[in-house]
């Protein structure tokens, strides 16, 4: 019998695990993939180390901060801050059509940029600001008000409204065209009052560090175990049943697979309807450089573009919408010079994407659209940065198809189910949901996320 069963090795499984295994609890995660990190993972192909949705962490704050996710995370994962080798951005923009507002991990620079782009938006945009700071987290019936409703009564002009939601759509939002404005908070507070850092080494030294940590306080981690159903009894979990028929028998279980993912494994399953499903994938093209960008005029450490004054965040018709999209460089952050340069420099660029449209492809036409998209990304991004397409020596792209592989979340979801569950409960007792169908997005915030069920299960033992 084990206290607490996990399923899926990504960040927040990661995360809860620890906690509880700090408690003594015997504690077992389930992993289907036959590697861990879930969504944050990597690959090695051609004897380069790719990450697969590592773009920036969020949610930084410097050496010694007490305050934060961050800081919370540290001490109640009992990590130092120098084991993730965190290295803030140089600055990242928002790109529209004559349009640029630069911001960094100081927000002062993102409030000059709105009062030198929008001067009559100032003081509207510090009445917005004073908002988001006020915000109640545990308020559940705000969380899903609508943002743009509350942008539109709190801005007066619509171009300031859409290159706001633009990044914050980008980096976690699983809602058509308008966002929870709960989510917006979170998503504003991570990424302007916060910021953005990169571990040095990637993703790959995050979760090395998860799994060592986790392994030494006695948790066990199975690889290449999937299960098959969530068995209950009177309300009550009580275990799961492997692929392989093994049963494995737990007073708790956190499930990150999904809302939609979770309910269909219980037995007997929950009937999910369409509209609970996430809709939104993406594709991304990574560019291998035979120099650095900054070299190529580009010192930008992340660009979130949009071609028209309108940004448009939904499930494109096509198998790819390059009318917006992030550029992502990750040479372009504080590395200390004696750490010296990255072994390569990369540029990585990602749009929205139809799942259904690459999944009904033959394998030869998956690969030819692979290479015409891939064209027609980077063909988009260049109009908003230098043109690197000279100096590239080596090319790789991931698709909606890729993301399923990697999660197994419907329609290679990345940010999941549009409806978020924040307290984490589901219509089983003892069964718990972690990670992106919880709220919590992006590295820092999925492990909070982890932490937090797993103090939710250690205070109801």
């Given at each position: ?130 908002q988001i700071i006020e915000y109640d987290d545990l308020n559940e019936e705000n969380y899903q008000q609508s943002a743009r409703t509350i942008l539109e009564a709190t801005l007066s002009d619509p171009r300031l409204i859409e290159m706001l939601l633009c990044p914050l759509m980008w980096y976690g939002n699983a809602r058509q065209r308008d966002m929870d404005f709960g989510q917006f908070c979170i998503m504003f507070r991570s990424i302007f009052f916060e910021g953005f850092a990169r571990p040095i080494a990637g ?259």
């Amino acid at each position: 019998m084990y206290d607490a069963i996990i399923i899926g090795a990504g960040m927040s499984g990661l995360a809860a695990g620890i906690r509880l295994a700090y408690y003594d609890q015997r504690v077992c995660i389930l992993e289907r993939h036959n590697t861990i990190g879930g969504l944050n993972s990597f690959y090695r192909l051609n004897r380069r180390d790719y990450d697969v949705g590592l773009h920036a962490v969020t949610n930084f704050t410097p050496k010694g901060a007490r305050k934060g996710p961050l800081a919370r995370l540290l001490r109640q994962l009992r990590f130092r801050w120098d084991d993730f080798s965190l290295r803030p951005q140089i600055g990242s923009e928002i790109a529209f059509p004559g349009m640029r507002l630069r911001f960094s991990n100081d927000f002062d620079l993102l409030r000059s940029e709105v009062a030198r782009e929008f001067p009559a938006e100032r003081d509207h945009f510090e009445r917005l600001v004073s908002q988001i700071i006020e915000y109640d987290d545990l308020n559940e019936e705000n969380y899903q008000q609508s943002a743009r409703t509350i942008l539109e009564a709190t801005l007066s002009d619509p171009r300031l409204i859409e290159m706001l939601l633009c990044p914050l759509m980008w980096y976690g939002n699983a809602r058509q065209r308008d966002m929870d404005f709960g989510q917006f908070c979170i998503m504003f507070r991570s990424i302007f009052f916060e910021g953005f850092a990169r571990p040095i080494a990637g993703v790959r030294l995050i979760l090395r560090n998860l799994v060592r940590k986790f392994r030494e306080l006695g948790g066990e981690l199975r690889l290449r175990t999937g299960v098959q159903s969530i068995h209950a009894d009177q309300g009550v979990v009580q275990g799961v049943v492997l692929d392989d028929g093994q049963e494995l028998a737990a007073r708790h279980i956190i499930s990150s697979a999904g809302w939609a993912e979770t309910m269909r494994l219980c037995d007997p399953a929950i009937a999910i309807a369409p509209d609970e499903v996430g809709q939104l994938s993406f594709c991304e093209s990574i560019s291998v450089l035979s120099r650095p960008p900054g070299q190529l005029g580009h010192d930008q450490t992340i660009v979130f573009y949009n071609d028209s004054d309108q940004f448009t965040w939904e499930k494109p018709d096509e198998l790819v919408d390059v009318r917006t999209g992030v550029i992502c460089t990750p040479n372009n952050y504080c590395y200390d010079p004696d750490e010296g340069e990255l072994p390569d420099s990369m540029m990585r660029i990602t749009a929205l994407a139809n799942f259904d449209r690459w999944t009904g492809l033959t394998d030869d036409e998956y690969r030819l659209e692979k290479l015409r998209w891939y064209d027609r990304m980077v063909e988009s991004a260049v109009r908003f940065m230098p043109d690197f397409r000279s100096s590239v020596i080596d090319t790789d792209m991931f698709t909606p198809k890729t993301i399923r592989r990697f999660t197994w979340h419907d329609n290679g979801a990345v940010y999941g189910a549009p409806r978020k569950r924040l307290d984490g409960g589901t219509h089983l007792d003892r069964l718990y949901l972690c990670g992106t169908d919880q709220g919590f997005v992006g590295i820092i915030g999925t492990m909070v996320s982890g932490i937090t069920i797993a103090n939710r299960c250690l205070n109801t033992s």
